[in-house]
Each structure stands twice: as structure tokens, then as C-alpha cells.
């Protein structure tokens, strides 16, 4: 029954990310050019040193699965490193392709960990303090990713376009 009330939360998590992230985020980032729209989602992924927290002894159970402890811990300090290193190369070309490079990564790192914790037989009660993680962060990091790809793909205007290609 535990595992029921651990993927609820996730859906609830989503759910409400996913209407903040429509009336209030996306209405903001849309109307900004490229790299001002990824920068506020950089620096919250900046953040995900905090998947660290899966290697701290009493913060999870020892039972964790290793496996699963590691990978999703260096994916996440990885997806952090990636994100400041976009936010120093924006809004330049390099910037962009170091925020695809992130996005690539990031997006994939998540879903790696959820490949990971039903390979493993992860139960909740594994994740000890570390139970926000996939219940709070992970949904809104998912959601981000995909605004992320969002902006990537948007049409950059020419305006915008000439003004990146004098910065660069």
C-alpha cells in the first residue's frame, strides 16, 4: 500500500507542477528571447547537487540499492555542472549547444533513475528523508526539461538571431 501512496504523490507532484508551470511559468518564459527564457530554468536545475543526498548515510536507508544511489546521485551532480556551464556560455552559441547538451542529458538522467528504481525493486521506504526527491523535485524538473526543449526548438527571431551572432 506504501508504494500506492509514493506513486500518488509523484502524480499529484505533477499535476500541480504542471498547472503552476501553465499559468504562471510558461506565460513568463514564452515572450522572452532563447537564452532569457532558459536561464531561470538553468539556474533551478543548478540546484540538483541535492540528488547527492542519495549517498549520505541516515539521509537514506541502507538498503537503498547502491546501484540506483549512485546513478542517480552523479547523473544529477552532472545535470547541475551542465546547467551553470550553459548559464556561463549564454547567450551565445556555445551556450545553446551546452543547453541541449544539459537538456539532453538531464531529461535522460531522470528517466534513467526511474528505469533504475523499478529495476532495483525500489520501495519508498528506501528513499528515507530522501522521499521529496521524486515526489517534489523530479516532477518539476521534468516539467522544466520540456520547456526547455520547448524553447530550444522555438523559431529564434532574426532580431535576436543578429543580436546573438554580435555578442558571440
Known sequence: ?????????????FTAWGIVTARYIWPELRLRERAEALQPLLILHSFR???LAFLVPGVVSPDLPPAFAHSAAYGDII??????????FLP??????AAWIF????????????YQANHAGLSAGQLGAAFFLPTLIVPLLLITHGLAFRILLQHQPERAMQENRHLA
Open 1 to 13: 500500500m506504501s508504494q500506492l501512496w509514493f506513486f500518488g504523490s509523484i502524480a499529484f507532484s
Open 92 to 97: 551565445s552559441a556555445a551556450g545553446v549547444a
Open 49 to 51: 547537487f541535492i540528488g
Open 103 to 114: 537538456s539532453l542529458w538531464g531529461s535522460t538522467d531522470i528517466l534513467n533513475a526511474f
Open 79 to 88: 545535470a547541475a555542472m551542465l546547467a551553470l556551464l550553459s548559464l556561463l
